[in-house]
């Protein structure tokens, strides 16, 4: 079972509109929490963290967190085509280095005009 | 400029025959990554090094091994590729081995092994 599960597999969204994409970890021993961004063709690039109960706001991007029911949101406000991309969610272990950074399946995220 | 460089980006090899792909990272990382990104089963980790010649298997290490000789420089060896080893390889780098690192990631070589 994947230890990080995204929902949903894919997101159509009217440029101007908001995404919600969903994350949760069956791994109670994950503490930190990543967005990673994929556009076509080139590497993950990472969008934001979040290691703390609450929310975290970076420009159009809010990411929230709830540690207790292991879940992980991610919101993009005022969606542009730019945004179209493939949104991973990513968690690690306190003082695991062995792991790296588990990553979900991803939500792909389409921006239409 | 930080980042993180692939070689090489596209690759055929036939089965049998031996691959090597390279990453090399302009930051002074300590930690580097091998990743794999298939369908239906997203990045996979490979391998990690902690600096020069200090390697630690990931989730997937069979059919692969690595050489870090350099801090800058990491490579990922397949020796005698196998068509299941068709795939997209991201080589990525962090400060130091998260936990609360953010990873840095090449733009990837899309091997096909035929």
């Known amino acids: 079972q994947q230890k990080v599960q995204q929902s949903p597999e894919s997101l159509s969204v009217p440029e101007g509109g908001m995404a919600s994409l969903n994350c949760t970890s069956s791994d109670r021993n994950f503490q930190y929490f990543w967005w990673y961004r994929q556009h076509s063709g080139e590497g993950p690039k990472a969008l934001m963290s979040i290691f703390s109960d609450g929310d975290k706001k970076e420009g159009r991007f809010t990411a929230h967190l709830n540690k207790a029911s292991l879940h992980v949101s991610l919101h993009i406000r005022d969606s542009q085509p730019s945004d179209s991309a493939l949104y991973f969610c990513a968690a690690s272990e306190q003082n695991n280095y062995a792991q790296g950074l588990t990553f979900g399946l991803g939500t792909r995220v389409s921006v239409f005009p | 400029d930080m980042k993180v460089t692939q070689m090489p980006r596209y690759l055929i090899k036939r089965m049998g025959e031996n691959v090597l792909l390279e990453c090399g990272q302009d930051?002074?990382?300590?930690?580097m990554y091998w990743y794999r990104q298939d369908p239906g089963l997203g990045l996979q980790l490979i391998y990690i090094s902690y600096d020069v010649d200090s390697n630690s298997e990931g989730d997937i290490p069979k059919g692969y091994r690595v050489s870090r000789k350099k801090r800058e420089h990491f490579s990922l060896i397949l020796d005698s590729a196998k068509t299941n080893q068709t795939s997209v390889y991201f080589c990525?780098?962090?400060?130091?081995?998260?936990?609360?690192?953010?990873?840095?990631f090449g733009a990837g070589t899309r091997l096909s092994v035929l």
């Open positions: 990525a780098s962090s400060f130091a081995p998260t936990s609360q690192n953010t990873l840095y």
């Open positions: 930051m002074s990382h300590e930690t």
